[in-house]
């Protein structure tokens, strides 16, 4: 019988006891009615200890499934625990549980007595989509009043205070209350009266939004706490991400009988960002009497040598909660730091490394066993150009790859239109299901041009037997409307014509592709349409300036292929190899930055990951090499139009020399040569290369990591300056540091 915990468990009368250590034993086994915290570091078998501990709650204690509540933070999360639970318990047994997210949890109550708060228990769920047109319409509503008092807002920002004032469990009422202190501001009180409104359009609609189902949750529990009398015992995993809202609820279900068992990291508490409170841990040690910690500190799955350098990250907060992590693994190969003098040769050494250790790995690696956990996704394209370039498949979690992302696609379609505008989208016959420049952009930012006005330009440009482009061009130079064409609809093409034009002459002009994004960008305001029309504005707009440091490489890659041109040194092949420079920057672009906090233990050297140098436009024309515009190189007016034949030929609408390979040509053609990383093979059936930001690979785990741009401005982000802000970016790399399987 095991000596440890609070009562005797026969190992053979409960098999699922057998093989936990003492620390693990004594979590599963301590008395339902304690209040329990088991804090649990990385691959510490936390997952098993929370499975263990309900098996034993039904098994040892007699307490009914139906009166567990299990609450984990991801469907994915609850869909493992209740395998393993259905293994332990069985099917039957292990279907009674109330396991699921917060979310789907209160869901569950809601359905079943909303009424009793004035709700009707039919309402629907609105998705983002559904909340940010809500806020469209309501800006809309006020904009002469905004205007006036000349307050700039944005669907996504106002959405994001909504948003953060609900996971504290703040009404309109409250942000009332507080934007009428002194030290508020005028606009805290326009969004507390958007918040008011937006709350009655949703109750208008018979809707919730995700916010919504906990504070309408928490709002049927604290006013008929009776409902939650049959909940015996709350079990909730990833504690530490929970927010203010989740935490009363939390309350709410252990009051009824006092039963709670929580498990958490403090080390691992990353999502401050969203609202996850890692205080919670310390609040609920002062909420409940007599709360025991029980430490699961033996890690299973990193070495020693991990094991150590990832504590030597986060132990720098005198803060946090003090917990020693150790592993029975040898210390086997020390992690390894490699400074590498641009983000193109880190990345060239990231994939020659994987397909190395592949290939002497006899088996035992395959590229699935990979992970590159990135800061922010914007840093994934010059990796997955260099894992192009080695062959290496790749995948991407929770995000699409740096090419296929919209605001690239966006700036992409505008080049597109500005190299040649009589070709809706020069592409090979392979992507021909990529949507088209012209179609993807005429009203991209908007312009009041319906989708009924591109089909009628669409239509009308078959008629005429000309590209879209052209007819628009021709319209706007005072040429009679086609019919069905309304007159309003000249004024809405010019400003879309005018950029174009713009773009174009800039092209022929052989201006550098990086002046060409930053004119699109400004003709356009793109900055500022991201930021009124996407919440994760931040993160695109990082996408946008890695486009531009993407332009200035491949400007220095067309240079340096010209000069091999001229000298006649070009090895045979050369022109068409898949090539990604590996130069540093030139001794002149290197600052020297004071070391960030948090890496006052380590190297002080840093580097930067752009750069603004153009190569020389002097000798531009001289120098370009001269190509033919390939046969294959179609015109698409639409996805599923039949293309047997050519279109007609236009007129050249570039340059003179149509053959020439212009600065913004050969940056298209790399572009479009990056996004070739398709495969013939079943996609189930190809070994991948994982690539993820280190907040969606939270929970995964692999037996390679690579973590690029471990330095100043990316870990931490340069976008964090408070002390709170560096703690949590110590947090993330420490996590990234602990995904090693």
């Not at 509540?69 to 047994?93: C, I, P, Y």
């Not at 190395?356 to 395959?366: E, T």
């Not at 293309?643 to 600065?663: F, N, S, V, Y």
Request: proline letters at 5%; glycine letters at 4%.
């Amino acid at each position: 019988m095991p000596q440890h915990g609070d009562e005797d468990a026969d190992l053979d009368a409960y098999p699922y006891l057998r093989g936990l250590n003492p620390a693990q034993l004594q979590a599963v086994i301590a008395p339902p009615e304690v209040p329990l915290q088991i804090l649990a570091g990385p691959g510490s078998g936390k997952t098993r200890v929370l499975t263990s501990r309900v098996a034993h709650l039904v098994k040892r204690h007699h307490i009914s499934p139906r009166r567990i509540t299990a609450v984990t933070f991801t469907n994915k999360a609850a869909n493992e625990m209740r395998k393993r639970l259905q293994a332990l318990l069985g099917l039957s047994e292990a279907s009674q549980l109330v396991l699921g997210t917060f979310h789907a949890t209160c869901v569950r109550y809601l359905r079943r007595h909303g009424a009793r708060i004035g709700l009707d228990t039919n309402f629907a769920i609105a998705d983002a989509d559904d909340c940010k047109k809500i806020m469209t319409r309501l800006l809309k509503e006020k904009k002469e009043e905004l205007t006036m008092a000349r307050i700039s807002l944005r669907e996504g920002d106002v959405l994001s205070v909504i948003s953060k004032a609900k996971a504290k469990g703040e009404t309109p009422e409250g942000m009332e209350i507080r934007a009428a202190q002194p030290e508020s501001d005028s606009v805290l009180t326009v969004i507390a009266e958007l918040y008011e409104d937006y709350e009655a359009a949703l109750r208008e609609a018979g809707a919730l939004d995700f916010d919504d189902l906990l504070l309408f949750g928490l709002r049927l529990f604290r006013q008929h706490s009776g409902i939650l009398e049959s909940c015996t015992h709350i079990l909730v995993d990833e504690f530490q991400d929970t927010n203010t809202t989740q935490y009363e609820l939390m309350k709410c279900f252990s009051k009824a009988q006092g039963g709670v068992s929580i498990v958490g990291d403090p080390d691992q508490s990353i999502y401050g960002w969203r609202s996850a409170e890692i205080e919670n841990l310390t609040k609920m040690t002062k909420d409940f009497d007599n709360v025991r910690a029980i430490y699961l500190e033996e890690n299973y799955r990193s070495t020693g040598a991990i094991l150590a350098a990832s504590h030597s990250i986060v132990s720098q907060d005198k803060s946090r909660i003090e917990k020693n992590l150790y592993t029975s693994h040898p210390k086997s190969t020390t992690v390894t730091l490699k400074t590498l003098a641009t983000p193109a040769v880190e990345a060239s050494f990231i994939s020659a490394e994987i397909k190395r250790l592949v290939a002497y790995s006899g088996g035992m690696l395959n590229f699935e066993d990979f992970a590159i956990l990135l800061r922010y996704n914007a840093l994934s394209r010059v990796l997955e150009a260099a894992l192009q370039k080695e062959g290496i498949p790749n995948r991407i979690i929770g995000g699409r790859k740096f090419f296929e992302r919209m605001e690239v696609k966006d700036l992409l379609a505008y080049l597109q239109l500005a190299d040649n505008p009589h070709f809706t989208v020069r592409v090979w016959r392979e992507y021909a299901n990529i949507q088209p420049a012209f179609m993807r952009v005429i009203n991209t930012p908007r312009r009041g041009i319906g989708d009924k006005s591109v089909a009628d330009l669409v239509t009308a440009a078959r008629r005429k037997k000309v590209p879209p482009m052209a007819l628009c061009e021709a319209i706007v130079d005072g040429e009679r409307l086609p019919e069905g064409i309304k007159p309003a609809l000249k004024k809405k093409l010019a400003s879309f014509v005018s950029v174009v034009r713009k773009l174009r002459r800039a092209a022929r002009e052989d201006f550098p592709v990086e002046e060409i994004i930053r004119m699109a960008l400004e003709k356009l305001n793109y900055e500022e349409y991201l930021r009124s029309t996407q919440q994760d504005y931040v993160e695109r707009w990082e996408n946008v300036q890695e486009l531009i440091s993407y332009s200035v490489i491949v400007a220095k890659e067309q240079s340096r292929e010209a000069e091999l041109d001229e000298e006649g040194t070009r090895p045979e092949g050369f022109a068409s190899a898949k090539t990604f420079p590996l130069d540093a920057p030139s001794p002149s672009h290197k600052v020297e930055i004071p070391v960030h906090p948090m890496f006052r233990r380590g190297d002080s050297s840093s580097r930067s990951r752009s750069s603004s140098s153009v190569p020389d436009t002097n000798q531009r024309k001289a120098n370009r090499p001269r190509v033919k515009v390939e046969d294959d190189i179609i015109e698409i007016l639409s996805s599923d139009e039949e293309m047997d034949e050519r279109p007609p030929q236009p007129a050249p609408a570039i340059a003179e020399d149509e053959d020439l390979m212009t600065p913004l040509r050969f940056f298209l053609q790399k572009s479009m040569l990056s996004t070739d990383t398709e495969s013939n093979e079943p996609d189930e059936e190809i070994s991948k290369v994982t690539m993820s930001t280190v907040h969606a690979a939270k929970g995964l785990e692999w037996p390679v990591v690579f973590i690029p741009a471990a330095e100043q401005g990316t870990f931490p982000s340069y976008r964090c300056t408070e002390e709170h802000e560096i703690a949590e970016e110590r947090r993330l790399l420490y996590v990234a540091m602990t995904h090693f399987d």
